[in-house]
């Protein structure tokens, strides 16, 4: 059963201050608890409440008011800070007059009376304009009472005697006169969209009415809603006008006939979307219309729109009107940036103690006892569902769908989808901002070949012995870390070469033959070339053609005796002679093979079912790990500038003791697909880089600079998909209208994703596109199951 507490203001806010009545019970107020106390004069909040209004009607905004207030402001003091200041200065100082001892015991009978989860109409019930005018929303008990809202009322107003008349309405259906009136400078077709848009309501629109054609229009039918859109004021003695059209002005005095018809034949609500509205407020209160909303200051045209937007959201879903409005105040308050006191401006006034209003009361006849004081439903299906019935659906519909999901995940099904959102977050996360300073790319581009043959070498590929030679002899003596050749080569080097290459830390590649396709390999430039200055070349592709994978190890073959990868021979050489870090295979458990350790970090070995992946056995073959692309290439040179001397004065710099990778950077010859280029538009990666990038991974795993791309283990991964998929089910289950339902599971969404991509900074793929599936899917049939089982 909802609560009222009724406060009755008599007196005035600068000489005597007022008399305070409190009563507070159920109902007609039976049984009520009764309080006299009082409240001081204060000339100070008066003065407070008449600046901050001076200061709101400066403000220059496309309004709902018959004639916009000129702006003069003085240029020290911009318009909207002015009206921000005065507003706090205006809480402030009503806060304290509300904490006056003689009104103390009054604060605390309330709060003694009335539980926080109760639902509470306060009813401000005073003829003084001043105290009709203070922001009492902003009292601190409706601010810790959730399902507390603010109503004002005239002295010696009294319950409406008149009954609904339901003949002549239509079941389930919900009538609204809408007027539209004078719309000079402001946009009222929005809220001609907003009341379209109502579930059960027939709406009947009449622009910019003659005076008649009103008068006439309110004695037709039964109407539950009269809601008005145009320019309206209030002006001297309190008296309300409206601007039905350009040409006619009236009040609501000038119409009370058909207005207390429309009262007598069940209506029920007036909302004047409309400025300044206290006045229409109490000549309607004074024909018993039992709730009116009005805006009490001049409304923002956008502010109006989205206030009405929000009420009816709220109210059509099954909110009772004063939490429909209370729900509606308070989103008005993120407008507040450049509409200040936006959720000042709405509030109820009603002219007698009555039971909240909800839309089911419009629906159907009071008789018909359906309404119920204790709950506000959130939907008028779902209301049948009890708390048990709820969350024992979302638990069977969260398990069941996220079984379905991971099943059709084991099958391979979602793999092209989730390693598209590993490409997304791999380019998303944030990054290295500078290259990696170990290693240096010696490109070779289609003008290096070109300066090659301008130079006389003999050229069989991209690199001639005679410039390979040159480039050794150029940065030989600046004592490079490795130096690693990624460029085919199978055919024998120049004596000359040979000779040299005994006297250099060089690691050159060969090929395996391809595990997926009867591709041959490519042998080493000499049968006796030693196995340890060797390393394969093979890159795993992905049936999209992008490089995520890479070997660290495979069987040896005829083709390539080496067993280790280029890029991590590169690599392990590197740790060893500058850290003294070599590599260890360990065994992780029992039951699964060894491992290799390079200091305090395993590489964990990608098998069939990891991460994203469901990889069958052939494409699973060799140690593979993930390759943790950054955003950022290593360091580049060309061939030429080189050769040619250009960079002779900066060539110990960038070669003393970095890697010295050798490689096309010909699009035509050497290019692979990465995370990186996919939806980016960007080029394709040349084989170097992507050689750098692992050697990049590799070392800096080892030495602890950033962790390695890891996964989940199964039963892990199935319980978040799980748990993901009863998030879906909880936002459902707790939402009180389709919109925050549908909201809910938006924010979740995001949610997920940002937790994806938080994990995968720290190191962790876990599963994106499945969580949102499951989240989503679960989130549909437990709403589609609340429907079915209401439909029957």
Sequence with gaps: ??????????????????????????????????????????????????????????????????????????????PIEACTESAQRLEQQFQRWLRSDSFRDIDLQLRQALMPDELVQVLIRTANAEAQALPWHLWDFIEQYPKAEIALSSLGSSPCSAKRNSAASEPNQVNILAVLGDRTNIDVESDQQTLNELPGAKVEFLPEPT???????????????????????????????????????????????????????????????????????????????????????????????QFLKYFLQEFSQGQSLHLAQREARQRLLGMEKVYPCASWLPVIFQPSAAKPLSWLDLIKPEDEGIFDQTVAVPTQKAQTFSLGVKLGTAFVCGALVSSVVVGIRALGWLQGWELKAFDHLIRVR??????????????????????????????EGSLSDEALLALLQKISPHQPSFIGL????????????QSHLKKQKLIAICQAKSFTSDLPGVKPPTPDFPVEQLGFNNVPLDRDGVIRRQ????????????????????AQNYLENSHGIKKEWITVSPHRNKRIQLGSQTFGRLEGHAGGYQLSQGDAGG????????AVRPKQVNLREILSGSLDSQLAGLVRDRIILIGVVNPNIDTHLTPYSKGLQAEAMPGVVVQAQMISQIISAALGERPLLSWWAEWAELLWIGSWAWVGAIVVVGGRSLYIQMVGVLISLILLWGVCLFLLVQGWWVPLVPSALALGITAVSVLGLYHLYSDE
Excluded at 439 to 459: F, K, P, S, T, W
Excluded at 560 to 569: K, M
Excluded at 623 to 630: F, G, R, T
Aim: charged residues 20%; hydrophobic residues 35%; aromatic residues 8%.
């Design 1 to 78: 059963m909802s609560k009222l507490a009724v406060l009755e203001l008599r007196g005035d806010l600068n000489h005597q201050g007022f008399y305070v009545t409190l009563r507070i019970g159920q109902g007609d107020l039976a049984s009520s608890i009764t309080l006299d106390r009082t409240l001081p004069p204060s000339t100070l909040l008066s003065e407070h409440l008449t600046q901050w209004q001076q200061d709101y009607r400066r403000l220059s905004t496309p309004s709902r008011a018959l004639k916009p207030s000129k702006i003069r402001v003085n240029g020290k003091i911009d």
């Design 211 to 305: 005076h008649q054609e009103l008068h006439d229009k309110l004695y037709e039918k039964s109407w539950h809603i009269l809601f008005f859109a145009g320019h309206s004021e209030t002006q001297a003695q309190r008296q309300g006008i409206l601007r039905l059209n350009s040409t006619t002005h009236l009040t609501i005095d000038q119409v009370r006939y058909g207005v207390q018809r429309a009262i007598a034949n069940g209506l029920q609500l007036a909302i004047f979307n409309s400025c300044d509205g206290l006045g229409l407020a109490q000549a309607l209160a004074d024909l018993q219309l039992p709730h009116i909303i009005v805006m009490r200051e001049v409304v923002p045209d956008c502010v109006a729109q």
């Design 551 to 570: 070997f660290l190890g495979m069987p040896s073959d005829e083709y390539c005796p080496t067993q280790q990868s280029f890029g991590f021979r590169i």
């Design 623 to 630: 140690y593979q790990v993930l390759v943790d692309y950054q």
């Design 486 to 497: 990624d460029i085919i080569h199978d055919f024998p080097f120049s004596k000359q070469l």
């Design 430 to 459: 944030p990054g290295q901002s500078i290259p990696d300073h170990r290693i240096l790319v010696v490109a070779i581009g289609e003008e290096d070949i070109q300066y090659q043959r301008n130079q006389g070498m003999e050229m």
